[in-house]
């Protein structure tokens, strides 16, 4: 699981930096009336990262709470 998140944090990252690229480029080159909307992806990609990031520790915290809480009941 760990690889998995690993994998997805970099996939998240990567899309906000390709369609800001992307965006950039098209907005430099066809006008950024038309590609101005288009920043929500990544700013979308961005905040699904930080997520990614929040969800990971808490879920860390909460499997070392029942790990504390398991080893608790073991040693009664």
């Known amino acids: 699981m760990k ?5 997805m944090g970099y996939f998240w990252i990567a899309v906000a930096v390709i369609s800001f690229i992307v965006v950039s480029y098209n907005g430099f ?6 590609w101005v909307g288009y920043y929500i992806f990544s700013i979308i990609a961005i905040i699904m990262y930080f997520i ?3 969800m990971i520790a808490r879920m860390s915290k909460h499997e070392a709470f029942l790990n504390q809480q398991h080893n608790k009941t073991k040693s009664l």
């Not at 690889?3 to 994998?7: C, E, F, G, H, M």
């Not at 080159?29 to 038309?34: C, P, S």
């Open 29 to 34: 080159t066809q006008g950024f009336d038309k």
């Open 3 to 7: 690889t998995y998140n690993l994998i």
């Open 52 to 54: 990614k990031k929040w």
